[in-house]
């Protein structure tokens, strides 16, 4: 306990006292194998069996399809979280879009583990990064091929809003999961019939493992919601809600045509 502590404890009532001193030194957090048992200490309320498929997954290429506001974003946080915990000096990239929306899974990280009383610093090279007395490093990097070099032994790639980044810096950082067998984490809505996302979502021999939840599946968001949400949003609602890849407005034929008329058992057919 520290001075200042004992002294905000002068204007207590002795018992608060008593209770404030035999209070145990904080432990450090109690990190099983198990990423669910950490969640179960992170998160208010019970993860959907699909979270904890995913939190669980030793899959190598995981690419999650869900609808808006599933809870992606946490969900890799709390992978995030396990393995920067779990494996000391865990080299953790996470892209997004924008850096405003990777920030917001490093906020996201960054929650958990200050509930969980880890003192993060930031790297001293990036602006949005934590280092762990651990070791490990989590850093937020931009949606460019430019200045995304430079990162090696990185044990997990997690890309945000997959669907909205750019083919370039995919290629860019994924090689950087060569040397060390990375894991890559793939979560977004769909947006369009074309890019990387895409195509790990619908190439079935790509590797991925591939989760889907659609809203009118989702037992969260009401009918009434939904219903709301289909008036509100017209087309897009298909996107947004139904994990539905419709056609990007650069597109001039939809995907699925074109892969009719290039499939030679459909035009057998014909
Ligand atoms: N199993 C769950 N039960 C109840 N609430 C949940 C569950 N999983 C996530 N949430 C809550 O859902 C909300 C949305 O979470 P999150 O931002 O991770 O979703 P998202 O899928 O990334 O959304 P978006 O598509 O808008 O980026 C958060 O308030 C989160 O706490
Ligand atoms: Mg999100």
Redesign the pocket.
């Known amino acids: 306990m520290s001075i200042w502590s004992y002294l905000a404890l002068a204007a207590e009532p002795p018992e608060a006292i008593f209770r404030a001193l035999m209070r145990p030194a904080a432990a450090g957090p109690v990190v099983t194998a198990d990423p669910a048992d950490l969640a179960s200490q992170l ?1 208010r ?4 069996p699909i ?1 904890l498929e995913i939190l669980r997954s030793p899959a190598r290429y995981i690419a999650l399809c ?12 709390l992978k995030a979280v396990h393995l920067a915990i779990y494996r000391p000096g865990a080299e953790i990239i996470l892209v997004a879009p924008s850096l405003r929306q990777s920030g ?1 899974l490093l906020r ?1 990280i960054y929650q958990f583990l200050d509930a969980l009383q880890i003192p993060v610093k930031r790297d001293g090279l990036n602006r949005l990064s934590m280092l762990l007395p651990n070791g490990s490093h989590i850093v937020a990097i931009p949606n460019t091929s430019d200045t995304v070099r430079g990162f090696s032994n990185v044990s997990l790639i997690i890309i ?2 997959a669907a909205f980044i750019k083919d370039e810096t995919y290629r860019a950082v994924f090689p950087f999961l060569a040397a060390s067998n990375g894991n890559l984490l793939l ?1 977004s ?1 769909p947006n369009g019939q074309t890019g990387f996302f895409y195509r790990a979502v619908h190439e079935p021999q790509n590797g991925f493992v591939r989760f889907q939840v659609r809203a009118s599946e989702s037992s ?1 968001l009401t009918p009434e919601f939904l219903s709301m949400a289909r008036l509100e949003l017209g087309d897009a609602y298909a996107q ?1 809600f139904e994990c539905s890849f419709t056609m990007g407005e650069e597109q001039i034929f939809d995907r699925d045509l074109i892969d009719q008329a290039l499939d030679p058992i459909i035009q057998a057919f014909r």
């Open positions: 998160v309320f019970a993860l959907d979270q869900c609808h808006r506001q599933w809870g992606k974003t946490q969900c890799a946080a917001a996201a945000d809003e979560l809505t969260r947004e």
